[in-house]
């Protein structure tokens, strides 16, 4: 039994092919051989009743010989057919000796008359079978009478003894005179040709199940054989090699197989590339300013002098720099892990971006940043406050570092109706160098910068829009990026209003924050 678990799927094949072929073998050889004997004599039986039968639809007319003779002649049958009177055979109407096996006319008149007697006993119906020596057939051993016709064991004696059946008929005539009708017909001894059938059929089960094992053989190994491939390249993927190479061949489900693998492959194959680029990126990113904060500490401690305010603050701006890189990677991979989630209350998103804008007013004053705020009536929002805002923070962050020249921010509020009701989008808009189209989709990716130098004047820890995406998504807010190459970006989302309060100074304008 472990053995058929352990089997593969080319021996089972085989197997199940041959064991079917064999059942179906045995099943032929019982209807076809075994039971040929028996099928064998009761169409016999069944034959020399339907002649008796026949031949007493003719009785007292003037083609009983005829027919007789005919039907005797067709089936074998040897046939007598007497005039009775009462339970006394009296002449011989019809007499055909048509094997030279016959029984009937070779028998006393006494015990003729004998036969005729059972079958009146019986309804005027009498079949029986006899075995008995060649030869001896005046001698009937009647004792030794058979059953009734279709399951006696046939003796056998090398040949010596013959099986016969008789029957007898007692019927009227059309000439309203009584009859006796007597047939018999010999059973053929069966032996040999179940002998002969027998080696016959064991030589072609033989060759079918040797022919089966083979045609299995090949079928089995061409359904095997996608699979085979295919293992093979499951341990090429599981010792490390992700190139997608599952051969797409063979039947419906195994080329399916195949796709599905190498697609899988492809997609470890990507995410490892990620895994080492993100550990490459995360462990610049942090050694950078580590090695700053060292550094600048160093030279604090050990060069009189070097104690200044100026070296002091650049510990501080790299330890910043490291707490907003550590909190970036954290809030990420909370939000992707499904920790953090939006507790959604509502509020003035117009009297929260001025607050985030308002953070940014030293910025304004100590590097010539200017950053606008357009907006006209104040508008409300359901969503986590806090979340919308780490969002604003990151779009205005990149169009600051991203700015270019004018160091111009505009960040911008407007409202429009939609078949869902109305909805405010934040736009925030620079001059600066923009993305070109086909970085555009890419931007959203974790740690994807254009910029593939990794420039350290880039300060973000490039993961700011795939902190964004994710939290847009948590809220269903629509939200993208137009960008022109040498005009500058303008990063967007949009959310369903809540409430709108009228601005009393009329229509938009623009107002600087
Ligand atoms: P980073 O920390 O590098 O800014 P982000 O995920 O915020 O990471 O942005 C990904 C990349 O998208 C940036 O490296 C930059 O190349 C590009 N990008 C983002 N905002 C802007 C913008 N306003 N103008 C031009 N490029 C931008």
Redesign the pocket.
């Known amino acids: 039994m472990k053995k058929i678990i352990n089997m593969g799927i080319k021996g089972r094949i085989v197997l199940y092919f041959t064991a079917f072929i064999l059942l179906m073998l045995v099943v032929i050889w019982v209807v076809q051989i075994s039971l040929l004997g028996v099928f064998y004599r009761r169409t016999k039986l069944h034959e020399l009743d339907e002649v008796s039968q026949t031949v007493s639809s003719y009785l007292g007319t003037g083609s009983l010989e005829d027919i007789t003779y005919e039907m005797s002649t067709k089936y074998k049958i040897c046939m007598i057919v007497f005039e009775t009177s009462g339970d006394e055979l009296g002449r011989q109407v019809v007499s055909v000796e048509s094997t030279p096996m016959c029984l009937i006319h070779h028998l006393t008149p006494g015990a003729l008359g004998e036969f005729y007697s059972k079958a009146l006993a019986s309804g005027g119906r009498f079949v029986e079978r006899f075995t008995m020596g060649k030869g001896l057939v005046q001698d009937v051993p009647r004792g030794s009478a058979g059953d009734d016709g279709d399951g006696g064991e046939e003796r056998r004696n090398g040949g010596d003894e013959v099986t016969m059946a008789v029957s007898v008929i007692s019927a009227s005539g059309r000439d309203g005179k009584s009859y006796a009708i007597f047939a018999d017909t010999e059973f053929t001894q069966m032996h040999t040709a179940e002998t002969l059938l027998n080696t016959q059929f064991l030589w072609l089960a033989g060759s079918i199940v040797l022919l089966t094992a083979f045609v299995a053989y090949i079928f089995a190994v061409n359904i095997s054989r996608p699979l085979t491939n295919m293992n093979e390249s499951a341990k090429k993927l599981a010792a490390g090699d992700y190139e997608p190479n599952f051969r797409v061949e063979g039947y419906r489900e195994t080329r399916e197989l195949a796709e599905t693998l190498n697609f899988a492959a492809s997609e470890i194959s990507r995410s490892d590339r990620l895994q080492r680029e993100l550990i490459a990126n995360v462990s610049h990113d942090l050694r950078t300013p580590l090695t700053m904060i060292s550094g600048y500490a160093e030279v604090m401690r050990d060069i009189p002098g070097e104690n200044t305010p100026e070296n002091v603050q650049v510990i501080i701006d790299e330890s910043n720099h490291l707490s907003a890189l550590v909190n970036?990677m954290l809030d990420l991979s909370k939000i992707e892990a499904g920790v953090k989630k939006p507790e959604k209350t509502g509020f003035s998103l117009t009297t929260a971006v001025s607050e985030v804008l308002e953070r940014y007013s030293q910025l304004r004053e100590h590097d010539g940043y200017s950053i606008e705020f357009e907006h006209g009536e104040d508008v409300s929002v359901c969503a986590d406050r806090t979340m919308i805002l780490q969002v604003l923070y990151?779009?205005v962050?990149?169009?600051i570092?991203?700015?270019g020249a004018d160091k111009k921010v505009i960040v911008t509020q407007s409202v429009a109706e939609s078949e869902s009701g109305e909805s405010v989008r934040i736009t925030?808009r620079?001059h600066?160098?923009?993305?070109s189209p086909e970085?555009i989709p890419?931007?959203?990716?974790?740690?994807?910068?254009?910029?593939k130098l990794h420039k350290r004047s880039?300060?973000?820890?490039?993961?700011?829009?795939?902190?964004?995406k994710r939290i847009l998504q948590q809220h269903g807010a629509l939200f993208g990026?137009e960008?022109v190459p040498g005009e500058?970006?303008a990063?967007w989302f949009e959310l369903p209003c809540t409430r709108r309060q009228a601005d009393a100074e009329g229509p938009e304008r623009p107002r600087e924050k």
């Open positions: 970036d990151n779009l962050n990149n169009a570092n991203y700015c925030v620079d600066g160098e923009g993305i970085n890419l931007v959203w990716d974790r740690y994807y910068r254009v910029d880039s300060v973000g820890s490039g993961l700011g829009l795939s902190i964004v990026v960008s500058g970006s990063f």
